[in-house]
């Protein structure tokens, strides 16, 4: 006969069998180490230490017989015939083992344990528990604005942002400092949203005619727009005489800077400008710019005035400099050439 048991207290598969026969059990009966054996031939109770080979070392000695379940063995309550299925179990309390049936045994477990999401905010990838299954979310992306992916070589999960897939039309909460979703060059242009004057690309303010211009520093500043011409006075292989010379129209508004004369050989001339507008024309000596710095070389061949003192120095667009010969000497041929900054 043979009938299972599980000692107090185990978790687990730990079921052990008990025989009881006159002949030793065999481990095809099956048999495992640690199964108790009955001895009905020798009244012995023995237990199985080990299956290779069989060997059975007996637990308690004397010659009384050791039918488990009998009255005889007084370390074992009568249970003359035990029913399929219970299990031998040792009673502390009253110092014998019984046969018991499975539900009197009670039920032994591993820890209960389960899982949580912790965190202030967010969303926890804990789902449940099912029996002994902890389940927990998938990661999924929501858009093709966001990639998910599986780095199995460094035990994680990747997330990251598809640049390619963001369309910047639809980013909500722009404000004036923020990217635009639109034409730069139409938003900078004159008249735009965000219209850009030249001044603001400049490393100083700029004055009324001034230039934008390279630095060489790789920036922008303001110069001004400097500009100049010349007025030739040719006595045609003769010596200068006085009187009107000629005219210029201004082509753009402006400002007299410097006046230098050049002759083409040693000697004296004095030349004045006179300036009136297109309406008033012809200018007069009542129209002079010069007052009583009037440019002239005195024995020599050059003459220079980056001053100007006393000059009506600026002119109108379309206003007209009539040029004059004061007196002469010598002189067979003379360049005037003045200075002016545009405005």
């Known amino acids: 006969m043979s009938t299972s048991y599980q000692s107090s207290g185990h978790t687990g598969p730990e079921i052990h069998h008990y025989y009881r026969q006159g002949s030793a059990p065999v481990a095809s009966d099956p048999l495992q180490i640690g199964d108790i054996w009955s001895d009905t031939a020798a009244n012995l109770l023995k237990r199985c230490t080990s299956l290779s080979p069989v060997t059975f070392v007996s637990v308690e000695g004397g010659?009384?017989?050791?039918?488990?379940?009998?009255?005889?063995?007084?370390?074992?309550?009568?249970?003359?015939?035990?029913?399929?299925?219970e299990l031998l179990q040792y009673d502390g309390g009253a110092g014998k083992w019984k046969a018991e049936a499975p539900a009197s045994h009670g039920t032994h477990g591993g820890e209960a344990n389960t899982a949580s999401n912790v965190g202030v905010s967010g969303v926890g990838i804990f789902k449940q528990k099912s029996g002994t299954d902890l389940q927990l979310k998938k990661i999924n992306a929501g858009s093709g604005r966001v990639s998910v992916t599986d780095d199995v070589a460094n035990d994680e999960v990747d997330i990251d942002v598809v640049e390619s897939g963001i369309s910047h039309a639809n980013i909500g909460g722009k404000t004036a400092d923020d990217h635009h979703a639109e034409n730069h060059a139409a938003r900078h242009a004159d008249g735009g949203a965000d219209e850009l004057a030249v001044q603001d690309m400049a490393s100083d303010a700029a004055t009324d005619g001034q230039v934008a211009k390279a630095d060489g520093a790789g920036a922008v500043a303001f110069e001004d727009d400097e500009a100049g011409f010349s007025f030739i006075i040719d006595g045609g292989g003769s010596a200068i005489t006085t009187g009107i010379k000629g005219d210029v129209e201004m082509p753009f508004a402006g400002e007299i800077t410097s006046a230098r004369m050049f002759a083409d050989q040693t000697g004296s001339i004095q030349v004045d400008v006179w300036k009136d507008t297109y309406a008033n024309?012809?200018?007069?000596?009542?129209?002079?710019?010069?007052?009583?710095?009037?440019p002239a070389i005195s024995s020599g061949i050059k003459y220079e005035d980056t001053t100007l003192t006393g000059w009506t120095k600026t002119f109108a667009k379309g206003d007209v400099l009539r040029f004059n010969v004061d007196s002469a000497s010598t002189v067979q041929r003379c360049t005037v050439s003045l200075g002016v900054k545009k405005s």
């Open 281 to 294: 024309f012809p200018p007069t000596d009542a129209d002079s710019m010069t007052a009583a710095a009037i």
């Open 63 to 85: 010659s009384s017989a050791h039918d488990l379940f009998s009255a005889t063995h007084g370390d074992v309550d009568e249970l003359d015939s035990p029913a399929n299925g």
